[in-house]
């Protein structure tokens, strides 16, 4: 890790005072006297109009990704309104996100770094191919997600904002989840909610069996990619029922929780069931430890198959599990070629195997071949990583305070599941390009810059040097074999 001062990437707004003592006292300066808590005062941008209108402007980019206007008032469906959203709030945001974006910044925060390497990878994957007309479409496709993940980091830039934002997620994609459930049960019929029925393997008299599972709406129409919005919207809705500063209504999330349940029934997802363990199992660990964990693991695994009927049943050597490793062959088989450093270029997935990967990594590998599989893999990779060293420091202090803000101290392990549950659930998607994913990625970031600067001794958790360079390409080409090697086992 580096040594070098703390800079944070864009003006944290939260007082910084002076180290205290064991009994609370400010400590002394160097010449003896007491050095009073000072607020940091507020950057012209950081508390100006502007700012705070790119802030509501952005919730509103938010709640439309979920709530989306066109659908829910057909008379709207010709309207821009996403997109009107997100550029008043990039140009309102130029200035912070003009310091976001600079050098020493950039490594500082390596994650930024990476998604950056994720586009240039995106011209690339198609310029090796010289075709032209992808660099095009594909760049300015993935520069509209770049977008929102700039934004998302340059204004979030207080712990307030940060759960001002997790608060608007949190409601807006329950709402969602709330309307399609209710359509799914036949309560209500919503023209913009179409739900699917899927093979789901051969009866043993040969007939094919079919289930029907919810959808949701937009960019959430598969049920998988629903599934793990639902364990990603439960973990925030349990971070706000616990809320030590919330009003009673706070048991509103538990209804909310309830209904986020019987969504996650209702899609039938097998992969949703087993991102709820995983966030289940990396949130309980930094709170409980190990032992805590891994007892809650193996209750889960014991009561999988008894509760949860289909979504129980996990195959790899037949089904759905298995085609999907078949998917998953085809595209690490093209790698075998001169594609393996830049891929076949991105979007020809589909093209290569007839459907998508079904797998973000494998997708991202075979796509954006080594160099951009490393960068995609680096976004989370360097995520966990802090979120890790801050566990450390967190196990380490035997109880006591790491931050100076306690609110960030109790953000922790939600984020950690957050990110757990989205890496656990593109193991069977491919969302390697879309603003859901680089929404988790971007709140970890944020949050990580705030708790970086938070800290007792304000320190980047994470930087771009040449160890974690090492770190990074170490992790990917590991995980790169560890692809092969699975699929050389189970695809037969």
Not at 94 to 104: A, G, N, Y
Not at 112 to 123: D, E, K, R, S
Not at 419 to 443: E, N, Q
Request: a positive charge; hydrophobic letters at 50%; glycine letters at 8%.
């Amino acid at each position: 890790m580096a040594n070098e001062a703390y800079s944070h990437p864009v003006p944290v707004r939260q007082a910084v005072s002076a180290p205290e003592t064991a009994q609370g006292q400010t400590a002394p300066s160097r010449n003896g006297s007491q050095r009073r808590r000072q607020p940091v005062p507020l950057s012209i941008m950081g508390g100006s109009s502007a700012s705070k209108n790119a802030y509501t402007l952005f919730l509103l980019v938010n709640i439309t990704l979920f709530l989306r206007p066109a659908e829910l008032i057909p008379a709207l469906a010709n309207l821009p309104i996403y997109e009107v959203l997100i550029l008043s709030s990039f140009f309102l945001s130029l200035d912070q996100i003009k310091r976001t974006v600079r050098l020493p910044m950039l490594k500082r925060q390596p994650i930024t770094l990476c998604v950056f390497g994720v586009l240039v990878a995106v011209a690339l994957s198609h310029a090796s191919h010289m075709y032209f007309y992808g660099i095009r479409t594909s760049t300015v496709m993935f520069l509209k997600t770049l977008m929102y993940y700039l934004l998302l980091i340059s204004i979030i830039d207080s712990p307030q904002r940060l759960k001002g934002l997790l608060k608007t997620i949190a409601i807006s994609s329950s709402v969602m989840i709330l309307l399609c459930v209710i359509d799914y049960a036949g309560i209500l019929d919503f023209e913009f909610i179409k739900h699917v029925s899927d093979r789901d393997g051969v009866s043993d008299a040969g007939e094919v069996i079919r289930v029907f599972r919810m959808r949701g709406t937009g960019i959430f129409q598969d049920p998988n990619d629903l599934s793990v919005l639902i364990v990603t919207t439960g973990v925030l809705c349990w971070y706000f029922f616990n809320d030590p500063a919330a009003s009673p209504l706070r048991f509103l999330w538990i209804v909310g929780m309830i209904i986020l349940g019987i969504g996650l029934i209702y899609t039938r997802s097998r992969g949703g069931l087993l991102t709820l363990g995983i966030a289940g199992m990396v949130f309980v660990l930094p709170k409980y430890g190990k032992k805590a964990a891994i007892a809650c693991a193996v209750v889960g695994m014991a009561g999988v198959t008894v509760l949860a009927g289909r979504q129980g049943n996990i195959d790899l050597n037949s089904g759905t599990g298995h085609d999907r490793i078949l998917l998953w062959r085809e595209g690490l088989t093209a790698l075998k070629s001169p594609d393996l450093l830049f891929g076949i270029g991105e979007g020809q997935y589909s093209d290569l195997a007839g459907l998508a990967a079904h797998n973000s990594f494998v997708h991202a590998f075979t796509e954006l071949g080594l160099f951009g599989g490393t960068f995609f893999i680096g976004c989370f990779f360097f995520a966990a990583l802090g979120l890790y060293r801050l566990a450390q420091f967190q196990s380490k202090s035997h109880g006591r305070p790491i931050f100076r803000n306690r609110e960030l101290e109790r953000l922790l392990p939600y984020v950690s599941a957050i990110l757990a549950a989205w890496c656990g659930g593109m193991m069977s998607l491919s969302r390697c390009y879309v603003v859901p994913t680089y929404m988790v990625v971007g709140v970890c970031a944020a949050y990580l810059n705030l708790a970086g600067a938070s800290l007792a001794r304000p320190t980047p958790l994470v930087y771009w040097n040449k160890q974690h360079v090492i770190y990074l390409i170490g992790v990917s080409m590991g995980l790169f074999i560890a692809f092969l090697i699975f699929v050389r086992i189970f695809a037969n």
